[in-house]
């Protein structure tokens, strides 16, 4: 069958359980041919253009050259434990409420050497280091030889990726999202026996908690070394912060752990998770039991996937799914923690080398989460399809945009493992049975 020919044509990108690619096999490499680069450096060109003047740089609360409140409240938290103010009972800056872990003040004490008004554009450049070295460890797991021509993709990838939303919102608020997704992503592209494999899912989870998911994936892939020393990074970030912050500890752990509402009600529209979902439809509140209802079976689905996607050599995917699947999950999920979108645009552009439609593929997605700006006013501006006017028609949509890219992506990678399972099946069938491409043997089993 046709379909059979073409797909172990891509055996090479695709390596299956039997056939995963280890550190002995020979790594992959972009196409010598400058075509890939050219539309890159045209994407390029057209985000950074989109990023400079869909918004004013210097629009106040909204251009990207004037963010910077997260960090500003990260570095107030470090302050407060360094000159023993509380973490929790007094707002922070411009009246924010610190609602991170005791653990993550003290990882941002190095921010109160960076004077005040040096800190946004320094975070801001730190960032974009960050981002790409994201989409270079994406690259790495895809089984690439890291070279000239491919960090010259991956800049261009990084500026692009400039535009969507959760990075340009990292961007300019300041926000960590970038830097604990590379330690996840550094993590996994690690062989399964390095020494301290796992610490940096441990220090992420930490910092913010969400990257527990990650521990759980391990646990499902039985790597349970890695899964224990990212436990136990963890465990012992909560003891030594208590040890050495016991009341801010005790006041997390025992309160401001439990209430959300200090992060922002349910039903905000820029709560992209699948509680979210919910609050949006319900217009209020959700019912923590139908939340629960819908959100352990897509957590299991997750799991469940990502394990599979890990067992055919598929490691980005698998550890770019999880990252998806642990927004989706979460209780109160902002547009910026999606930047799990950009390892997969790389995924997407790494199938494209071997066929060019799915280059559609990517730009339907980069379309959807796309920084889109509405300009209420000459002073206000939202950023996000999320945010744009709910009177349209199609704001349903738009406002749960994220969570339905999600059960998109959901949906073909079930389709793919299915299809993968299909060839490791084929793949056992002897040569000598399987000589004639349009054999029954093919057409049953391939």
């Known amino acids: 069958m046709r379909f059979g020919n073409e797909w172990l044509r891509l055996g090479r990108f695709f390596p299956s359980r039997r056939t995963a690619r280890t550190p002995s096999t020979r790594p992959l490499e972009l196409p010598r041919s400058n075509a890939t680069l050219l539309l890159l450096l045209a994407c390029a060109v057209t985000a950074v253009t989109l990023l400079f003047t869909t918004v004013d740089p210097w629009l106040d609360k909204a251009g990207i050259l004037v963010g910077g409140l997260d960090v500003h409240v990260y570095r107030d938290g470090a302050w407060r434990i360094l000159h023993d103010r509380p973490l929790y009972s007094e707002p ?75 990075v340009r919102t990292t961007l300019f608020y300041g926000q960590i999202n970038l830097m604990l997704m590379l330690l996840v992503l550094w993590v996994f592209s690690r062989d399964e026996h390095a020494k301290l494999r796992g610490a940096g899912v441990g220090v992420a989870a930490g910092i913010k908690l969400v990257p527990l998911y990650f521990v759980v994936q391990l646990l499902a892939l039985r790597q349970w070394r890695s899964a224990a020393t990212a436990a136990l990074t963890f465990l012992g970030s909560i003891v030594l912060t208590w040890l050495v912050l016991p009341a801010d500890s005790r006041e997390y752990w025992t309160s401001t752990f439990f209430q959300s509402e200090r992060i922002a009600p349910d039903s905000h529209p820029a709560n992209q998770s699948l509680r ?53 999950v979460s209780p109160f999920s902002w547009g910026h923690h999606w930047v799990w979108f950009v390892p997969l645009l790389v995924y997407l552009m790494h199938r494209a080398q071997a066929n060019p439609r799915w ?19 000459e002073t206000w501006v939202s950023v996000g399809v999320f945010l744009l006017p709910p009177s349209w028609p199609i704001a349903p949509v738009l406002m749960n945009m994220y969570v339905i890219a999600y059960l998109v992506a959901l949906g073909a990678i079930a389709v793919l493992v299915r299809r993968r399972d299909q060839a490791s099946t084929c793949e056992h069938v002897t040569d000598s049975a399987c000589e004639d491409p349009d054999s029954a043997c093919v057409s049953a089993r391939c």
């Open 92 to 166: 922070s800056h411009r009246g924010l409420l610190y609602t991170y872990t005791p653990f993550s003040a003290i990882a941002f004490m190095p921010t109160n050497l960076i004077p005040w008004r040096f800190l946004s554009p320094t975070w801001l450049t730190l960032n974009l280091g960050v981002l790409f070295g994201c989409v270079m460890m994406s690259w790495r797991l895809l089984g690439y030889r890291w070279t000239a021509r491919l960090a010259a993709a991956s800049a261009l990838i990084a500026l692009t990726c400039a535009f969507v939303e959760p």
């Open 276 to 328: 979210g979902v919910i609050a949006h439809l319900l217009h209020g509140p959700a019912p923590l039991w139908l939340w629960l209802l819908l959100a352990l079976p897509m957590f299991a689905a997750g799991l469940v996937l990502a394990t599979a996607l890990h067992q055919h050599g598929e490691r980005l995917l698998s550890v770019t799914l999880a990252g998806l699947t642990s927004c989706v």
């Open 359 to 377: 280059w559609y593929a990517a730009a339907l997605l980069y379309l959807s989460i796309g920084g889109w700006a509405y300009h209420w006013s």
